[in-house]
């Protein structure tokens, strides 16, 4: 049996330990504040906090999205939500005892350019009213290359956004077709140039390999129009398809799909590409110029990774604003209500909108410190003192088999990825997961690792 055919099979993506299937629910909005307050004053002077705003708005549906998102048209929707989320935000702010220090903002989507640049403003300006920010900051936003506006660009530029992602996904037009995403490449041109000669130091595309109708020729294609804009990062996702959970991918069936064969072979596709135009690989799908500083944080053991992804500077403190955003404050976990309705409606009533959690304990606490080594390290080490014989013998006992299938080397507890594991980071990671292993487990939780 091939490594892809053994390890293709439903796995976390490990962006949190314990993965939210897995949360106990147990942590109540009080405790929730309690543990935001007590990270923020161990971490607001020394490292910052960082913002996620997720702005779900799109007006057209993507089949492919396994995104938070609503469908409108309707942009007078624009500022009754801003206005909740900055209401969110002064609720958190209510907590602290001293002014936040913010060292990173991501606006994800939805579409966050669904939104006017004055709106935007507005919104930016609102959460700078209450803070102060890092001298060394990391702004970033998400942009569609068909409604990104010069605008926009100026506006967020200008406010200390340096960063901008554009989801492309695919240039094929049968693909676009089918996944209801539709961006010609003199579209994603004009956005980029424009993106560079206003300031933007870090373009970031976002591409995905095993959607409906690809093949290795239409792939091949995108990837040399890709590499042509020289973007300074590149996010290579494998489709996750999961139409129990996201209806709007039954527009395709699985027959409509690559076959696993197939689709691993437009993953080495993209390695070779990238790997020939001077990207190197950094953590699990993301790809960097050497002068990125995405890339420079791997080298220098500070890349991390949490619900924004991969980020290359830590803050143990990340709070979520907006519906369906999931907070961080290291010892705990707490997500926003899901439906823009609900979210509202509980902002109005002066309470903050999570409505599920987990604490971490202990054991979370340290297992979570080695999946985040494995996935931004490519190493960790561990010992029996810390896990206790049980459990060391059982983490043990699963590595053996990623060790004899060479994806891991260890000697004498310290486990570093090898090239060949690199593609199985999800895998590996597993072996750490007490809580996966210890319940059952339905495979409709998690998309497979390929």
């Given at each position: 049996m091939s490594l892809i055919a053994k390890y293709n099979v439903p796995v976390p993506r490990y962006t949190s330990y314990p993965t939210v299937p897995f949360w106990d629910n147990q942590l109540n909005l009080e405790q929730w504040e309690n543990l935001v307050k007590q990270s923020f004053q161990l971490y607001n002077k020394s490292e910052g906090i960082s913002l996620y705003i997720h702005l779900p708005y799109c007006e057209s549906l993507c089949t492919y999205c396994a995104c938070n998102t609503r469908i409108t048209v309707n942009h007078g929707v624009e500022e009754p939500y801003i206005n909740a989320v900055l209401q969110e935000w002064k609720m958190y702010v209510a907590l602290f005892n001293e002014k936040p220090r913010i060292k990173e903002i991501h606006l994800g989507g939805g579409t966050p350019t669904f939104f006017?640049?004055?709106?935007?403003?507005?919104?930016?300006?609102?959460?700078?009213?209450?803070?102060?920010?890092?001298?060394?900051?990391?702004?970033?936003?998400?942009?569609h290359p068909?409604?990104?506006?010069?605008?926009?660009?100026q506006t967020l530029f200008d406010l200390g956004f340096d960063r901008v992602s554009y989801g492309i996904q695919d240039f094929d037009d049968k693909v676009q077709v089918a996944i209801n995403r539709h961006q010609s490449f003199e579209e994603v041109l004009n956005v980029v140039e424009?993106?560079?000669?206003?300031?933007?130091?870090?373009?970031?595309?976002?591409?995905v390999y095993g959607l409906p109708f690809q093949t290795a020729e239409s792939v091949t294609d995108t990837l040399e129009q890709v590499i042509s804009l020289k973007p300074d990062r590149i996010a290579f996702y494998s489709y996750a398809h999961v139409p129990w959970i996201k209806p709007g991918q039954r527009r395709f069936t699985e027959m409509d799909l690559p076959e696993e064969g197939v689709k691993r072979n437009l993953?080495?596709?993209?390695?070779?590409?990238?790997s020939k135009a001077g990207y190197l690989e950094v953590g699990m799908d993301h790809f960097a110029l050497p002068n990125d500083e995405l890339f420079a944080s791997m080298e220098n053991k500070k890349l991390h990774r949490n619900f924004m992804g991969y980020t290359a500077s830590?803050?143990?403190?990340?709070?979520?604003?907006?519906?369906?955003?999931?907070?961080?404050?290291?010892?705990?976990?707490?997500?926003?209500?899901?439906?823009?309705e609900e979210y509202i409606a509980c902002v109005k009533e002066n309470k903050i909108p999570v409505f599920r959690g987990h604490a971490l304990t202990e054991q979370d606490l340290f297992l979570r410190k080695h999946i985040l080594n494995v996935m931004c390290n490519l190493e960790t080490t561990f010992s029996v003192a810390e896990f206790g014989q049980e459990m060391y013998d059982r983490i043990n006992k699963r590595l053996q088999e990623v060790k004899e299938d060479k994806l891991v080397e260890i000697t004498q507890n310290k486990l570093i990825v090898t090239q060949a594991g690199k593609t199985?980071?999800?895998?590996?990671?597993?072996?750490?997961?007490?809580?996966?292993?210890?319940?059952?487990?339905?495979?409709e939780k998690f998309s497979k690792a390929i």
């Open positions: 006017s640049a004055e709106n935007l403003s507005k919104l930016i300006k609102g959460i700078f009213a209450e803070a102060e920010i890092c001298e060394e900051h990391s702004f970033s936003f998400e942009g068909g409604n990104t506006l010069e605008s926009h660009l424009l993106s560079r000669k206003i300031g933007y130091t870090s373009i970031n595309f976002d591409l993953y080495e596709i993209g390695l070779t590409y990238f830590r803050t143990d403190l990340m709070i979520g604003l907006g519906v369906s955003s999931i907070s961080d404050s290291w010892t705990g976990f707490a997500q926003n209500l899901k439906t823009v199985f980071l999800r895998n590996i990671c597993m072996c750490f997961d007490e809580r996966y292993h210890q319940r059952e487990v339905k495979e």
